[in-house]
């Protein structure tokens, strides 16, 4: 516009925030990741990733655990904990204590806070970016249970928190 009142507003209304220079390391990022969704192994990577992901969530059903929508369709999954007497806060805590990475994450109707939530989330890509297959999450699915079961009274039952973070130790050095 020639109007310099209304530049300035527009300016000011975009800048910072909604628009700002090239980031030319973003704009690298994102060619490379472009040209990787156009290899033809690419297909068959995000396809794994649904297996392993529906691998993890029927094993974590045949545990006990109860999962969001019954299972899953894409490269996560929404564990609710409700059952199990046990908070997505205290859940990731304890995972994250055997090196398992995951996220609270609230669920349908979840009378906990967003702090700290009913259900954890867990998601497949970064195993499958490794080469786990289907049984490998199972088996993850296993150690997950077997932490998660070790917890009471507010606390990891410490041999079971050194017991899965050794075996988890294992599995990833493999």
Do not use: W
């Not at 204590?97 to 996220?103: A, D, E, F, P």
């Not at 195993?127 to 079961?149: C, P, Q, V």
């Amino acid at each position: 516009t020639n109007h310099a009142g209304l530049a300035k507003k527009i300016n000011s209304a975009v800048f910072p925030g909604l628009q700002g220079g090239s980031f030319m390391h973003s704009i690298a990022a994102k060619a490379v990741a472009f040209g990787e969704a156009l290899s033809p192994g690419f297909k068959d990577y995000a396809k794994q990733i649904t297996l392993n992901s529906q691998a993890l969530a029927k094993k974590m059903q045949v545990l006990g655990f109860d999962i969001v929508s019954g299972g899953t369709d894409n490269h996560l999954m929404l564990v609710d904990l409700r059952t199990k007497k046990m908070t997505g806060k205290n859940a990731a805590s304890i995972l994250g204590r055997v090196s398992i990475t995951c996220n609270k994450n609230s669920v349908p109707f979840d009378p906990e806070s967003p702090f700290v939530t009913s259900g954890i989330r867990l998601g497949t890509p970064s195993g499958t970016t490794r080469g786990f297959k289907e049984k490998d999450f199972e088996y993850i699915g296993e150690l997950i249970a077997e932490a998660l079961d070790g917890f009471s009274s507010g606390e990891l039952n410490h041999s079971v928190e050194l017991s899965v973070l050794h075996k988890v130790k294992e599995f990833v050095s493999l």
